[in-house]
């Protein structure tokens, strides 16, 4: 179950969800297929302006997003193709949305959950 969380300038973020929304689900099923869209879930965090800071100066082209996905994605032959190909599909989703002036500060950072460690309703996740 990929789940997306992204912190980005609320200035840039105001105006624009729908439309990330969509290109950040599509990014993802371009990756997993179509048989993530359902399970795809994100959040937009808008961060005021002042809020984010690089070098210990405040800046408003730094966007972050973190992506939980199952451990065992890791521990695939192509483990690696898959990890970038999410990286720059999800970096492409959020510069054709906002601007490539974003595409330097666009990190993307995937994140393991063992399968044991994921939770729906209180329950294990399928």
């Known amino acids: ?26 990014a993802i099923v371009g990756v997993y297929g179509e048989w993530a869209r359902d399970l795809a879930s994100i959040r937009l965090s808008g961060v005021p302006a002042g809020r984010f800071a690089q070098g210990g100066k405040a800046v408003d082209t730094t ?8 451990a065992a994605a890791f521990d695939r032959p192509d483990a690696a193709e898959i990890t970038a190909a999410l990286a720059a599909a999800l970096t492409d989703a959020i510069t054709d949305v906002l601007g490539e002036d974003l595409r330097p500060g666009t990190t993307v950072e995937l994140v393991a959950s063992p399968q ?10 399928p």
């Open 1 to 26: 179950m990929p789940h997306l969380t992204v912190h980005l300038p609320e200035d840039k973020l105001a105006g624009n969800e729908s439309e990330l929304i969509t290109a950040l689900t599509e």
């Open 63 to 70: 966007i972050s997003l973190l992506m939980g996905v199952r």
């Open 116 to 125: 044991e460690r994921t939770f729906v309703a209180g329950a294990p996740a």
